[in-house]
């Protein structure tokens, strides 16, 4: 089936770590993007790529990193300069303008 | 400023009713793009219904219809006939500009709708 994968579905982070989030697509969409969602909130951009070896800052990308060595793939790593990490971050990728979701990664600081 | 405005933190609306959920929308480009989405508890975004800034019908897709009123700049979900199911947060999102490239969207704060039995 087509559609956008995420791992872990829960993640916890230690003081001081890094950590890795997993989002893959076979939807051979071009575009992927990175949002934060906090509690009761809408979401937030942190990266976005529109091809491979490229991407961009949203607006909340302090802390954050990302690669885009494949199209299908656009992991997120959460380093320890990101001083409140908990959320709920999900995944997206688009074409023609429509962005579709994955099923959310949550994350929580030990 | 805020660019999507959800001014209905929650309703609740009995099932099989019409409900209309809010959403005003700022921007200076003639080239836009509005969406809705779903989110039920389990946290995946849903899309929806999708309404270019240039079309000039309302978009519709099943029981979803946007009631898209361009000079209030407005942008609001109309959902037939409610269902259970339908119990969840609805987002607001628009796109600025031509779409080429990557997209970014940005959310309103949602609403949070609750369909009675």
């Known amino acids: 089936d087509g559609g956008i994968t995420q791992s872990p579905k829960y993640l916890f982070r230690k003081e001081g770590q890094n950590v890795t989030l997993s989002c893959e697509q076979n939807?051979?969409?071009?575009?992927m993007y990175w949002y934060r969602q906090d509690p009761g909130q809408g979401l937030r951009l942190i990266y976005y790529?529109?091809?491979?070896?490229?991407?961009q800052k949203g607006d909340i990308a302090e802390g954050y990193s990302v690669s885009r060595e494949k199209k299908e793939s656009f992991p997120l790593t959460v380093t320890s300069a990101q001083k409140n990490p908990t959320a709920f971050y999900l995944c997206?990728?688009?074409?023609?303008?429509?962005?579709?979701f994955g099923p959310g990664t949550r994350l929580l600081v030990l | 400023a805020q660019k999507i405005t959800q001014t209905q933190p929650g309703m609740f609306v009995q099932e099989k009713e019409a409900v209309t959920l809010d959403c005003t929308y700022d921007?200076?480009?003639?080239?836009?793009?509005l969406f809705w989405y779903k989110q039920p508890s389990s946290g995946e975004m849903i899309f929806l219904i999708y309404?270019?800034?240039?079309?000039?019908q309302n978009a519709t897709e099943g029981r979803y219809s946007l009631n898209f009123q361009k000079a209030r700049k407005s942008a609001n979900l109309v959902i037939s006939a409610s269902q259970l199911g339908d119990s969840a947060m609805y987002f607001c999102a628009m796109r600025e500009g031509h779409v080429q490239g990557a997209q970014k969207l940005v959310f309103g704060q949602g609403t949070r709708l609750t369909i009675n039995p």
């Open positions: 939807l051979n969409h071009d575009a």
């Open positions: 790529s529109q091809i491979v070896n490229d991407f």
């Open positions: 997206a990728s688009g074409t023609s303008g429509t962005q579709y």
């Open positions: 921007t200076s480009d003639q080239s836009y793009g």
């Open positions: 309404q270019g800034s240039y079309d000039e």
